[in-house]
């Protein structure tokens, strides 16, 4: 069974950088797009990024533009998250997926695959 593991998250200052790392297992993620998502608690799960499978496109949510980066690494079979100048705002449950597709919003849809989210809190 498809496996996704988050990692990476933790208590930052504003202005802190965290990287985040979704490890998959029992399958390549090179074949797959993957999406990260937050969710802050008493909001709902937004879409924040996403990597193609194709050519390595990436789409950002407006609200991290310039700020995050998601990349992969296929010899580790890991999707990355760098996030920097990080904002109380960012504070969230961040999750990765997979199984579905990106949109160009930094969205990702019908992800079939779920990890199981890593603690992002951004305070002073």
């Known amino acids: 069974q498809v496996q996704l593991v988050e990692s990476g998250g933790g208590l930052v200052q504003p202005g802190g950088s965290l990287r985040l790392s979704c490890a998959a297992s029992r399958f390549s993620l090179d074949y797959y797009a993957i999406g990260w998502f937050r969710q802050a608690p008493g909001k709902e799960r937004e879409g924040v990024s996403c990597?193609?499978?194709?050519?390595?496109?990436?789409y950002y949510a407006d609200s991290v533009k310039g700020r995050f980066t998601i990349s992969r690494d296929n010899v580790k079979n890991t999707v990355y998250l760098q996030m920097n100048s990080l904002k109380p705002e960012d504070t969230a449950v961040y999750y990765c997926?997979?199984?579905?597709?990106?949109?160009?919003?930094?969205?990702?849809?019908?992800?079939?695959?779920w990890g199981q989210g890593t603690q992002v809190t951004v305070s002073s």
């Open positions: 990597i193609s499978s194709s050519d390595g496109s990436t």
């Open positions: 997926a997979t199984g579905g597709i990106c949109g160009y919003n930094g969205n990702y849809y019908y992800p079939d695959y």
